[in-house]
Nanobody
Framework: QVQLVESGGGLVQAGGSLRLSCAAS????????MGWFRQAPGKEREFVAA????????NYADSVKGRFTISRDNAKNTVSLQMNTLKPEDTAIYYC?????????????????WGQGTQVTVSL
C-alpha cells in the first residue's frame, strides 16, 4: 500500500513556473514507477509524465515535452514535476500516481495508487 500526497499547486501567470511535489508513504517507494496525470474541468484525465523506478526511464505527453520535467528522490520518497513556460491550457487538477510496472507507463489503468490532487491554475 502506498499513500500519496501532492503539494505545490497554485495560481500562476502564463509563462511562469511551478514545481509540484508528491510525498509517498511506505518503505517500498523505490519499487514503484511514478506518474503525473491531470484533469481539467469537463475533460477526461490525461497523462502528463512518468518515471520508472530504475534506471530512470521517463515519458512525457507531447503537450508538455520541453516544458515539464519529472524527477524522483528515492531517499526522500518523493517525486516532483517541474513545470515551466506554463500555459492557460495547463490549468487542471494534477494527480500523482504509483504503478508496479517496471517501466514508465502512460496509461492510467496501470497505476494502482493515486493522490488527492493539487490544483494548478494558469492565468493570462
Amino acid at each position: 500500500q502506498v499513500q500519496l500526497v501532492e503539494s505545490g499547486g497554485g495560481l500562476v501567470q502564463a509563462g511562469g513556473s511551478l514545481r509540484l511535489s508528491c510525498a509517498a508513504s511506505g518503505r517500498t517507494f523505490s519499487t514503484y514507477a511514478m506518474g503525473w496525470f491531470r484533469q481539467a474541468p469537463g475533460k477526461e484525465r490525461e497523462f502528463v509524465a512518468a518515471i520508472s523506478r530504475w534506471p530512470r526511464i521517463t515519458n512525457y505527453a507531447d503537450s508538455v515535452k520541453g516544458r515539464f520535467t519529472i524527477s524522483r528522490d528515492n531517499a526522500k520518497n518523493t517525486v516532483s514535476l517541474q513545470m515551466n513556460t506554463l500555459k492557460p491550457e495547463d490549468t487542471a487538477i494534477y494527480y500523482c500516481a504509483a504503478s508496479s510496472s517496471a517501466v514508465a507507463p502512460m496509461s492510467g489503468n496501470e497505476y494502482s495508487f493515486w493522490g488527492q490532487g493539487t490544483q494548478v491554475t494558469v492565468s493570462l
